[in-house]
Each structure stands twice: as C-alpha cells, then as structure tokens.
C-alpha cells in the first residue's frame, strides 16, 4: 500500500535514480554480474515484460529489484507457502513472483491504495495465467487487517506475508500479522537498510523523505530484533529485507 507521500516522494527520486538500480553494493558492475549472470537469464518472460513496462513508470524507483523478485521466488518455494499477503502492490512485479512460485490452487491477498498502478501491471499477469491467485483489495491495509484479526479464524493461517508499503506503518502492521501469519510462516519487511542511510550519521545530507522514513525503519529493526516470537535474518537484497520467522 502507498500513501499519497510515497508517491511524491517517489517522484522526486526518480530524477535522481538509475532505472532498475537499487542494489546497496557499492560496485555498480558487480550488481550488473548478478543480474546478467543468474537474474536475467533465469527471468520468466511475463517478469521482464513487467519489469520494462515499469521501467518507464514516473515512479519505476519503487519497484521490487529483479534480484529481489528472483530471491522472494525460491523463498516461497523453498516454504511450500500456497496461502499469502502482499502489503504494497505498485505495479506487481513481487506480486507476479509470488503468483509464479504459488501452486496453482495458492492464493495472494493483495493490498495497495493505488489500483491504477496495479492495473498497469494486470495485463501482464492475466497473460501469465496467474491473476486468479490474486484477490485484489484498493485501500489501506490496516482496516482490512483490523477486520482480519478481530476474526479467531484468519490467526496463522498465512504462509508468508510480504510488506512493502509505508514505512511509518511497519510497527503497526507488524502488531497484527503477528496474529496472522502461521507459526513456522515467514514475514518479509522490505526496505528495512533504507538507502543504507540506517548507518548514516545525524548530520548527513539526506533527502527529506529518506531523513523521515528513517527513523520508522530504524525503529522497526530495533522492535523486530527485540521480538523473542519471531527468527530474523536480514539481508542485504535490494534495499534490504528482514525475514520474521513467527516461532510461537
């Protein structure tokens, strides 16, 4: 799910970002060896179709990176995950990579406020005969949520939940999936080494959506190491993404 200040601060980055760049290694040709050598070559072809459509996006910063989509797949294969949540669609790349790793009978709750993006990204995953794993929901995911948790039959029934929304909302959302991911269930956070600037000192030059978003990541990480109900390994793919393992 998006706010609208995601979206303007998407746009101000777009300007300032390489297309499909959002690797935090510092050489710019090994992330490329990644990409040709084991992504690209092993990328389905409903995946890179969407991934140059979103290319072109005003906003292509926050799409998954492909190495991401491509790390997320196995992941859910390696779990047997069939039941699913998505929190932050955009234009469904990760979302296309969770549809193609689920069986055919797996389903994706998938929530974002901005179904046009969405809509983009439809096509593409209706030609890959994957769309009626997806159930769809515009608008923001804590109501949803809200109603999930209030409702004794939803607790631990997901496999894996995936969020990559606003970040001012990690806590929030992380107090009710905890509820509802299975115990043995993975929760994935993304973007929690946000631009690497988790490391950066008080007074360096940042943006002013990564200075405002940062303390939210940073104190997510800090509540998600603390947690003693989840494993966590956190990684540096893509912007970084924490792994939850709910163990009770």
């Not at 510092?26 to 990328?43: C, G, H, M, N, W």
């Not at 955009?90 to 193609?100: D, I, N, Q």
């Not at 009978?105 to 997806?134: F, Q, S, T």
């Amino acid at each position: 799910m998006m706010t609208e200040t995601d979206e303007s601060n998407a746009k101000q980055l777009s300007g300032h970002q390489e297309i499909g760049h959002k690797s935090l290694l510092q050489s710019d040709a090994l992330f490329q060896y990644i990409l040709e050598t084991s992504v690209y070559p092993r990328e389905h072809e409903a995946m890179k179709e969407l991934r140059e459509i979103t290319a072109k996006h005003p906003w292509n910063v926050m799409a998954t990176s492909a190495d991401e989509g491509q790390f997320l797949s196995m992941l859910l294969k390696l779990i047997n995950a069939k039941n699913t949540m998505e929190i932050g669609v955009y234009t469904g790349y990760s979302l296309l990579a969770t549809a193609l790793a689920l069986p055919e009978d797996g389903k994706i709750l998938a929530m974002d406020i901005n179904r046009e993006n969405y809509e983009l990204g439809l096509p593409v995953i209706e030609k890959a005969g994957v769309a009626h794993k997806i159930d769809f929901r515009e608008g923001p995911a804590l109501p949803i949520l809200d109603e999930m948790v209030k409702d004794s039959t939803k607790h631990g029934t997901f496999d894996f939940i995936f969020v990559d929304a606003d970040k001012d909302n990690y806590l929030n959302y992380h107090k009710r999936l905890i509820e509802l991911v299975k115990v043995g269930g993975v929760i994935g956070y993304d973007n929690t080494l946000w631009n690497g600037a988790v490391v950066a000192p008080p007074d360096a030059p940042l943006k002013n959506y990564i200075r405002y978003y940062r303390d939210f990541v940073l104190e997510l990480n800090k509540v998600l190491a603390a947690d003693h109900r989840i494993e966590i390994c956190q990684l540096p793919v893509g912007d970084g993404v924490t792994l939850c393992r709910r163990i009770t």
